[in-house]
T-cell receptor, first 114, second 115 residues
């Protein structure tokens, strides 16, 4: 069990560029969540997957954001045409099958949009 | 929708002393879970303690304990014998039982343990 892994840890990009973050959950976890955390705030839910199915998306997930989990293992979060307001920490978490209740978080990917 | 409120943006405590962090929440659900997560500087968020709403007994984990008042919708965290390593952001979080099991977080309390 190597925990939840996120890459890259830090990404600096210019406004208008596309960025992609990757999350590798704990291997036996079939649920995967993405959260966004801005400075001074708690994490806010973006979306979650059960296996490869994306079952819920927050209204925060604008059409510039897309998340995938193609084989029910790792997941990617892509932000197109980045804006300065997208600057935040993007957190990934995974959990055991439904009912286990405990989410394990990765260290996050920090995005800075110049 | 559920909301979680942490009214103390920052707190400090002397090493070896006890500190209590406050959290209130609002929900119409009857079955849910409450959590405290710790986020050290530049490190990942880790679970401190969990409470099932149907349990009247307050959860404890070593030096960490909670005071869960369901009727008042209050869920405070007590840290006893504070250690320098307890310095971190502490987030209170709510999870509705069933469905997505997503967490709804408060804004956090920054705790500093002073030597």
């Amino acid at each position: 069990d190597t925990g939840v892994s996120q890459n890259p840890r830090h990404k600096i990009t210019k406004r208008g560029q596309n960025v992609t973050f990757r999350c590798d959950p704990i291997s036996e976890h079939n649920r995967l969540y993405w959260y966004r955390q801005t400075l001074g705030q708690g994490p806010e839910f973006l979306t979650y997957f059960q296996n490869e199915a994306q079952l819920e998306k927050s209204r925060l997930l604008s059409d510039r954001f897309s998340a995938e989990r193609p084989k029910g293992s790792f997941s990617t979060l892509e932000i197109q045409r980045t804006e300065q307001g997208d600057s935040a920490m993007y957190l990934c978490a995974s959990s055991l099958p439904p009912g286990a209740n405990v989410l394990t978080f990765g260290a996050g990917s920090r995005l800075t949009v110049l | 929708a559920q909301t979680v409120t942490q009214s103390q943006p920052e707190m400090s405590v002397q090493e070896a002393e006890t500190v209590t962090l406050s959290c209130t929440y609002d929900t119409s659900e009857n079955n849910y879970y409450l959590f405290w997560y710790k986020q050290p500087p530049s490190r990942q968020m880790i679970l401190v303690i969990r409470q099932e709403a149907y349990k009247q007994q307050n959860a404890t984990e070593n030096r960490f304990s909670v005071n869960f008042q369901k009727a008042a919708k209050s869920f405070s965290l007590k840290i006893s014998d504070s250690q320098l390593g307890d310095t971190a952001m502490y987030f209170c979080a709510f999870m509705k039982q069933g469905g997505s099991e997503k967490l709804v977080f408060g804004k956090g309390t920054k705790l500093t343990v002073n030597p």
